[in-house]
DNA sequence: AAAACTTACGGGAACGTTCCCGAAAAAAGA
DNA sequence: TCTTTTTTCGGGAACGTTCCCGTAAGTTTT
C-alpha cells in the first residue's frame, strides 16, 4: 500500500518557507521566529502533520522498536507479562513487536531472525518449553542486540535475567505443605532443560530434607506446563502410588490438569490430598477448590525486563544482572487448613 | 541506540562493483551476471547482512506494520484472537503492533494516536467497553487508513466487522436452557453501547418469547464483561429474586463471577440454577463446574479479521464486509441435563 | 563489417527527515 | 559609519534503499 501523507516539503512550499525552517519549527528549537513557529505549528495541526518514522529513523540510525518472543499467547502469565513490558516501552516512546514461539524452538529461531530483519533495537525473550540450544541467542549477543532474558532463563549464558526466586518459592510452598500435614507429596515439575524447573524442584526437594522426609523416585515425574501434562502426569502418580497426600506443581496449569484428574478419580481435594501451583494466575482464583499458589508478581517482572533492557540500550556496556523478584505464597482452599496449634511463623 | 550495520555501499566497496548491482543482485534480478550475483549473495550470507527496513520502507513509501487495538491482554478472548490476527499478518509479512486501551476510551485515543505515529498502513481494533463515541475512528476513516472491527464493534459506521452471529448464539442456548426445563433465566448483559450486548439480549428475549415466557425485568441486569461484575450482579438478582432456576451470562468471565456467587449462598449448580456464559474461553472447561457456554471460532475470528484488513490494503475501495462467523453450542456440566424424552433437535 | 540487439553494470535521483554550515538582515557596540 | 554580534533562515549533504536511465562491452543479424 502508498501512503501518501503530508510531509515537511509540502509544509515549506504552502508557507513559502524553507524545510529546514519547517524542522526546526516543528522542534520547537530556539533559533526560529515565534511567529513563523506559530504558523508552521499551526498549519501542522490543522492538517495533522505527522513525521514519517521511517525517514526520521533512517535519519537518526534507530528504529525505535524492541522486539519480544514468548513461547504462547495462551499462557496468562505471558499476557500479563507483556503488558508490563509494553506499558514501559510505551513510556520510552518504544513501539514493541510480538512473536510467539508456539513452543518451538524452530520457531524460535524463525522469530529471531523476523526481529532481526524488522531491525529491533533490542530483544526481550523467554524460552520455549524444547529450547535447549543457544545458538540463535547467542548470535544476538554477537550482533551486539542488547538482550533479557525472563521467566524461562537458559543458564551458563550472559545476559541480563528476570525470574522469581524459584527455588525458595517451591521451598516455602512445600514446607507449608508439610506443615499442614502432608508427607507424602509429589512432584510434578517442568522440562528439565529449563532452569526454573531445576530451582523449583531443587526447593521441592530441600524442603523434604529439611523435614527428614526421604525423597522418592515414585513421588516424581517430568510434565511439561500444560493441563493435559498435568492431567497425564496425575493419573501416573496414582497408578503408582496410592498413598499421595500432597501434590506440589511447577506450575498453575499442571496444578489445574491435576485437580481434574483427581476429581476423575473422585479424590477430595484438599481432604484426601492437597494440591499447590505455581504462578498465581488469575484462573487460580476462580476453579473450585480455588487453588494455593506461590504468587509471582507478574506485571512486575515484564516491566523489570522492559527496564532492563532500556538500562542496556543506554549503556551497552551494563554488565549482564540477574534480577530476582519475591514470591509469597497465596493460600486458597486447595491445601489442608494449617493446623492452628502448629508453628505458624513461616517465610 | 545507535545501529551500525552492514550496508548495500559496504558491500559494494568490498566487491568493487557499485551499490546498484549489489540491490539487484540481492533481489535475485535478471540483469545480473550469475557469478557476480553468487559472489554478492554470498558475501551477505557470511555477514549476515540485512536491508534496513527503514530506508527499504522510505523508498517504497510502505511501512509493512499494522496496528491493533485491544481493551486489555488478559482477556483470554484476545490473546487468542490476537494470534490468529499476527500469524495471518506475519505470513503476509507484515508486523504487528498491538496497543491495549485498558478499557478505558481516553485511552484508545491516545493508542490510535500511537498508531498513526507508527506509520501503520491499517488499525484492526475491539473497542473499549465504554466507547460510545466514534470520532477517533472517523478520524482514521477520513485519513484513508483501512480499518476493520472486530468482536466489539460500533453501530451505525461502515467499516469492515468480523462478529459472530450474536443474536443466533443467544437465542439457540437460551432455547437450550428452557428445553433443560428452565423457566426463570435470568440475563446478565453487557454493557449497552455495544453491539455484542444488545445482539445477545436480543437473543435471549426472542428466545423467551418464542417459548411464551413472559419476560421479566427483575430478570436482567447490566453488567461489564468482568468476574467481578458478575458476581455482584448475581447477588442483586438474587435478592429480588428467590425463583431463578437459569442464567445466560453476556460472556465466560460474568458466568464465572456468578457462578462464584451461586456457591457462596450454597445455592447448587446445575441442580438449582443452572449457568450459561458465551465464548468459550479455555476456563470454561477448567472451572467446577464446567461452564456450558457458547462456543465462538475465537482464532477464526481474529484471522478473518487480519484477512479483511488486507484485502483492503490490497484495494482500499473495496465495499465494507460484515463477516458473521458461527457459533455451536458447548454443553457441559453448569446446566441440567437434557431431558431424553424432550426434542432434540437444536441449532 | 556495419547495424542491431543483448548482457551486465554504474551513475544518480528520489523517498522524508535532520543537521551542519553559511549568509542575509537586523541589532548592538565602537 | 564601520565593525561585531545576534537573530533568522536557506542550501545541501546524509541516512540506506530502489529504480530509471545510460553505456560499455559482447553477441547476433544483415
Do not use: W
Not at 133 to 138: A, F, G, L, Q, V
Not at 200 to 220: H, S, V
Amino acid at each position: 500500500m502508498k501512503k501518501s501523507n503530508l510531509t515537511i516539503n509540502d509544509i515549506a512550499k504552502a508557507l513559502n518557507v524553507s524545510k529546514s525552517t519547517i524542522s526546526r519549527a516543528l522542534r520547537d528549537a530556539h533559533d526560529v521566529n515565534p511567529e513563523t513557529k506559530r504558523k508552521v505549528m499551526a498549519f501542522a495541526e490543522r492538517h495533522d502533520y505527522r513525521p514519517d518514522s521511517q525517514a526520521k529513523g533512517l535519519r537518526s540510525r534507530s528504529t525505535k522498536t524492541i522486539g519480544v518472543i514468548i513461547p504462547a499467547y495462551n499462557i496468562p502469565f505471558y499476557s500479563i507479562a507483556i503488558c508490563g513490558i509494553q506499558d514501559y516501552a510505551m513510556k520510552m516512546g518504544y513501539n514493541v513487536i510480538i512473536c510467539h514461539s508456539n513452543e518451538q524452538y524452530e520457531t524460535e529461531i524463525k522469530n529471531v531472525e523476523a526481529l532481526l530483519n524488522a531491525n529491533v533495537e533490542g530483544i526481550i525473550i523467554s524460552v520455549a518449553r524444547d529450547t535447549a540450544k543457544n545458538e540463535h541467542i547467542r548470535k544476538l549477543r554477537r550482533k551486539g542486540i542488547p538482550l533479557v532474558l525472563f521467566n524461562r532463563v537458559i543458564e551458563d549464558f550472559k545476559a541480563p535475567k528476570v525470574v522469581v526466586n524459584d527455588y525458595y518459592g517451591a521451598l516455602n510452598m512445600v514446607n507449608y505443605l508439610i506443615k499442614t500435614g502432608c508427607r507424602k507429596i509429589a512432584h510434578i515439575s517442568g522440562p528439565a532443560n529449563l532452569l526454573l524447573s531445576n530451582n523449583r524442584k531443587a526447593g521441592y526437594l530441600d524442603a523434604l530434607a529439611q523435614a527428614d522426609i526421604p525423597e522418592d523416585d515414585n513421588l516424581m515425574i517430568e510434565g511439561d506446563f500444560t493441563i493435559e501434562s498435568g492431567m497425564t502426569c496425575m493419573q501416573k502418580l496414582l497408578e503408582k502410588n496410592r498413598e499421595i497426600d500432597g501434590i506440589f506443581a511447577v506450575c498453575d496449569a499442571v496444578a489445574f490438569g491435576a485437580m481434574k484428574a483427581l476429581k476423575n478419580h473422585g479424590i477430595k481435594i484438599p481432604d484426601t490430598i492437597s494440591v499447590a501451583g505455581f504462578t498465581n494466575e488469575p484462573m487460580a482464583a476462580l476453579v473450585e477448590p480455588s487453588l494455593t499458589t506461590v504468587k509471582q508478581p507478574i506485571y512486575e517482572i515484564g516491566e523489570t525486563a522492559s527496564k532492563l533492557l532500556f538500562a542496556q540500550l543506554e549503556d551497552p556496556e551494563l554488565p549482564a544482572e540477574l534480577c530476582v523478584l519475591e514470591t509469597t505464597i497465596e493460600v486458597r482452599e486447595s491445601t489442608r487448613k494449617l493446623n492452628s496449634s502448629a508453628t505458624d511463623s513461616m517465610g
